[in-house]
C-alpha cells in the first residue's frame, strides 16, 4: 500500500514475487485506506451493526428496554466503537452513517418511535455515538498519561510548559496542521478537549473515577464531547 501524495510508487519484491498493490487492507480489525481516511472502515462498521440489529429485530419478540438495551450494548455497539481512537471519523457522512445504527435502535423500543432523537437518548441513559467516540479519546490520553498502556506518552504529546494552567495543570501542546488527516489525527483532535477538562477529573485515581468525572463534565457542560464544541 502506498500513502501520500509525494511518494513514489516503487515495485516491491519478496522471494522474486511482486508483491501486491492495494487500496485497502484489514489489519487487527481495522481497515486501513491508501488514503489513510476511515470512510471505509465506518462502511464495513456500519454494515456488521446493521446486520446484528437486523437479527435483534427479527428474533426479539418481546421488545423492551430491560431487554433491548442490554443487547445492543453488547452486541451491535462494540461493533462501531472498536478501536475508533485509531480511526475515528471526521467527515459529517461518516459519523451520520455510524449514528443511523442507534437512530434505528432507539426507534425499536416501544414507546419512544415518535420522540425525537434526544429525547429517545436521555430515556434509554444513551450518549451519542459522536459523544463516545470523543469520550475514549480522553479515556485513552489518561491512560497513556498515567502509565497504563505500554504506549510512551512523550511519543504522541508534549506538556505544555507555557504556565497556562487555568483548568488544570497538566495542558497538553497543540500542533499546527495543515492537512486533514493530521488534524483530525488522535494525538492532535484529542488535545482541545482534555485541556478543557477540569482538575478534579485530570486528578482522578483509576480509570473508573475518571470516567465518573466525565460523566459528571457532561451533565454539567453539555456540549463539551460533541465534535461542533473544539
Known amino acids: 500500500m502506498h500513502t501520500g501524495k509525494k511518494g513514489k510508487q516503487f515495485k516491491y519484491f519478496m522471494a522474486g514475487n511482486e508483491l501486491e498493490h492495494v487500496e485497502t487492507e484489514k489489519d487487527l480489525g481495522v481497515w486501513i485506506s491508501s488514503d ?18 437486523g437479527m435483534i429485530n427479527r428474533t426479539i419478540t418481546w421488545k423492551s428496554a430491560d431487554i433491548l438495551l442490554p443487547l445492543y450494548k453488547t452486541l451491535v455497539r462494540p461493533l462501531l466503537e472498536y478501536c475508533t481512537v485509531a480511526w475515528s471519523p471526521h467527515y459529517v457522512k461518516d459519523k451520520s452513517l455510524l449514528e443511523r445504527i442507534q437512530h434505528r435502535f432507539t426507534r425499536m423500543v416501544p414507546g419512544l418511535k415518535n420522540k425525537s432523537y434526544e429525547e429517545r437518548l436521555q430515556q ?100 463539551l464531547f460533541n465534535d461542533y464544541h473544539r
Open 124 to 223: 434509554l441513559g444513551l450518549w451519542t455515538l459522536e459523544e463516545r467516540r470523543n469520550r475514549a479519546d480522553l479515556i485513552e490520553v489518561f491512560k497513556i498519561l498515567n502509565g497504563l498502556t505500554t504506549i510512551p506518552f512523550d511519543e504522541l504529546f508534549e506538556v505544555d510548559i507555557s504556565g497556562r494552567t487555568r483548568g488544570h495543570s497538566v495542558k497538553l501542546r497543540k500542533n499546527r496542521c495543515k492537512l486533514d488527516v493530521r488534524k483530525y489525527f488522535f494525538c492532535d483532535r484529542v488535545v482541545n478537549r482534555w485541556n478543557n477538562l477540569d482538575e478534579k477529573t485530570i486528578g482522578s485515581t483509576s480509570v473508573n473515577e475518571f470516567k465518573r468525572n466525565l460523566q459528571r463534565l457532561r451533565d454539567t457542560r453539555m456540549g
Open 36 to 53: 489513510l481516511k476511515s470512510s471505509n472502515q465506518c462502511v464495513h462498521a456500519y454494515q456488521k451493526a446493521n446486520r446484528i440489529l
